[in-house]
């Protein structure tokens, strides 16, 4: 029997109109909910303070606010992640007020433990917003030169898009569900953009050394198609291993981190959808783009 | 069977497990490194603590300058010590802020709040001028007045201001002096005598404890600058090691499932494969511990992910060995090849890796800087043991005739 690589039962590049789709497809609704909405900003971003609390008893989120309400929070964002537990966001708030609404509760409901206070000036988040942005056009630079001095520069403009088309994804995923963004979310998008540029380079390196050994006669989009299929089945289980880590770790790993491990999990999916789907069909749109002109011309 | 090729590949295994076993038991009582395991450092977020950035501000009487932020640092070093907290961390940021970490303190905020304050005293006569300041202090020590059982601070002045203190307390016997902290008036008991020998008491204090805690501020001298907390992130303790012991588990079912997977998929290989993946942990783990390297949370994570990504190398090499077997190659010659043509993809797909990880150690701070430090030492790690260790035990098991089947190569 013909295994998949052998009868390559579609074509990558003939196909890849339908590919641009469902990305766009993906796509638009995230880049509406962002330009309408906006994402769901944390601390880390807005400034302001966060609250997590552990009572020995079980109380409910109304109890809670009604605490706050005391203190003018009713608008508060506050989440119940256990029983017991709970996470609560407000506007920043100073030493001396924080101190007092976790002794108010106390005197309500029992023992408090703060497991976590975070206060955040709103400096520090602006600052975030140009670091994050900042390290974003460093590394797609870095990586288009590199990829350009390896390969060829189109190639690291196609790996580029690629990458921000997942970039995209997340940030569109976590608008339209109202994930919350913090610091640990810019750390999952610069992984995102590390692993899908890993992806797509390990497809180029199979393009670059079939289009070395390729038979006369042969065309671009065959010999991208054929080093799709081979490099099908280590795509496919590369982007497994990962999510297999991915998601024990967002099952057993914790409320703490389960946001930044949510962003990588969708990127990294995403990150092997267009390195197969998006970056080399990208790739070969841009050489057919190149050619164009001249053969123009020698027709005139 | 080749029994020499056997025996080496046993060895492998057999110094994997005793290492293995030094990574998490306590082998040899007594012994400080071992399991070496204990000898990575645990961020705040694992084991709780405090994080605080500070800014310098300026003020009209001081506005900031470099050497001032630099005083302010040495100052907020001093305290810190005082407050005799295992490693602390007092670190320059730019050129105005100061990061502080303290780690299992069991109040911070009341730590923090003390750090920062400016500690300025001034001792003011009646007509509110200054003749005293804390610059000539000499110490400051927290005592019980055995007299009145009460808590105080005993100053003790530098010989120039021992003769000014005495200077003033002859010339205003009878009359006030009033000891200014921060600008507010602590007390201002009235001179009987004058006080030749530089010495003065303030009292009383409600605890040894506040006295203590105001002796350390005196002694530290005061800040030159005005400091603001423009960050302040508290972990307990309980949440510190509720996350670790999580994560843990959540790799430890992730590596199963990746071992898993490996052996199914890959059979020969894949086994080799998982005794490079081991080895590829314990030596991380090792690098860790050799460079003091701090873990955090984030840090965790990236660790892990490295792991899935270590494997990636392995898939790339058994992929294009199951092709080259196919071609009609014999075993090690196609082990050869496979590896030759894998490198160039894993080269250049790890090194494209290592600049987005670069750039975020270059931006980030804190927690994420440990996430981008622990991705690029797995990432190298991991080229490392693919290359290296999966090539020669691949090798070995081909050698020995253990497994001869192209099959059990999944081709």
Avoid at chain 1, 20 to 45: E, K, R
Avoid at chain 1, 263 to 279: D, E, N, P, Q, T
Avoid at chain 2, 210 to 231: C, F, T
Wanted: proline share 3%; charged share 20%; hydrophobic share 50%.
């Amino acid at each position: 029997m013909l295994s998949l690589r052998e009868r390559m039962p579609f074509h990558y590049v003939k196909l890849r109109k339908f590919w641009y789709l469902i990305s766009l497809l993906l796509i638009i609704p995230g880049l509406i909910s962002l330009c309408s909405q906006g994402l769901n900003l944390g601390i880390d971003f807005t400034g302001g303070n966060l609250l997590e609390l552990r009572f020995n008893q079980a109380i409910s989120v109304e109890q809670v606010r009604e605490v706050l309400g005391n203190f003018g929070l009713e608008g508060a964002s506050i989440q119940r992640s256990e029983e017991t537990d709970f996470l609560i966001r407000t506007r920043e708030l100073n030493e001396e007020e924080n101190s007092r609404i976790v002794q108010a509760l106390e005197d309500k409901y029992g023992e408090v433990t703060v497991l976590r206070s975070e206060r955040v000036g709103p400096v520090m988040g602006r600052e975030l917003i140009f670091k994050a942005l900042g390290a974003l056009a460093a590394a797609s630079v870095l990586m288009i030169i590199y990829i350009a001095w390896r390969f060829e520069f189109k190639q690291g403009l196609a790996a580029v898009i690629a990458l921000l088309h997942d970039v995209f994804i997340v940030l569109g995923a976590f608008s339209v569900f109202r994930f919350e963004v913090d610091s640990a979310f810019v750390a999952a998008i610069l992984t995102i953009i590390g692993y899908s540029i890993n992806d797509t380079i390990v497809i180029f390196d199979r393009i670059r050394e079939n289009l070395l050994n390729k038979k006369k006669g042969e065309i671009l989009e065959d010999t991208i198609n054929v080093s799709l299929w081979q490099t099908l089945a280590r795509s496919i289980n590369t982007v497994l291993t990962v999510v297999m880590i991915l998601v024990a770790l967002l099952l057993l790993g914790g409320a703490t981190i389960q946001n930044m491990v949510l962003a990588l999990l969708i990127g990294v999916v995403s990150g092997a959808y267009s390195s197969i789907f998006i970056a080399s069909p990208l790739w070969f749109d841009m050489k057919r783009l190149e050619k164009q002109p001249k053969a123009r011309a020698a027709r005139a | 069977m080749k029994w020499d090729k056997i025996l080496k590949l046993l060895g492998i295994i057999l110094v994997t497990a005793v290492v293995a076993v030094a990574a998490v038991k306590p082998l040899i009582p007594g012994v400080q490194w071992l399991p070496f395991t204990n000898l990575i450092k645990q961020g705040l977020d694992l084991k709780g603590g405090v994080h605080v950035v500070l800014e310098a501000m300026d003020t009209p009487d001081a506005p900031v300058t470099a050497d001032r932020v630099k005083q302010a640092m040495a100052i907020i070093e001093n305290r810190v010590n005082a407050f005799g907290v295992a490693e602390p961390v007092v670190q320059m940021e730019g050129s105005r802020r100061i990061i502080v970490e303290l780690a299992g303190i069991d109040n911070p905020d009341e730590a923090v709040s003390n750090l920062i304050k400016t500690a300025y005293l001034e001792f003011k006569t009646e007509d509110g001028k200054t003749v005293l300041t804390g610059r000539q202090l000499k110490d400051a020590v927290a005592g019980i007045n055995p007299q009145t059982n009460q808590a105080e601070v005993n100053l003790e002045f530098e010989p120039d201001g021992a003769k000014i203190f005495a200077d003033v307390t002859a010339q205003n016997v009878g009359r006030q002096l009033a000891i200014v902290l921060d600008g507010n008036v602590i007390q201002a008991p009235a001179i009987r005598e004058p006080i030749p020998n530089g010495r003065a008491q303030i009292s009383p204090y409600e605890s040894l404890d506040e006295a203590q805690n105001i002796a350390i501020l005196l002694r530290s001298g005061s800040l030159p600058v005005k400091l603001e907390v423009m960050e302040k992130r508290t972990v307990g303790p309980t949440l510190g090691s509720d996350s670790l012991d999580k994560s843990i588990k959540a790799g430890i079912a992730g590596l199963i499932a990746i071992l898993a997977f490996m052996i199914i998929y890959y059979r020969v290989p894949g086994l080799v494969a998982n005794l490079a993946l081991v080895i590829y942990t314990l030596l991380v783990l090792l690098i860790f511990a050799a460079l003091h390297v701090t873990m955090t949370l984030p840090g965790i994570a990236g660790f892990l992910l490295s792991l899935g990504m270590a494997v990636d190398a392995n898939i790339i090499i058994y992929e294009r060995l199951k092709e080259e077997i196919k071609s009609g190659k014999t075993l090690r010659s196609a082990i050869d090849a496979g590896f030759k043509r894998a490198f160039v993809a894993i080269l250049d797909s790890n090194v494209t890796t290592l600049i987005a990880a670069a750039v975020l150690y270059y931006f980030g701070t804190g927690p994420i800087k440990g996430f981008a430090l622990t991705l690029s030492i797995g990432i190298l790690a991991s080229m490392f043991t693919a290359i290296t260790m999966t090539r020669w035990s691949l090798h070995l098991v081909a050698a020995s005739n253990l497994a001869r089947n192209p099959k059990l190569y999944g081709a």
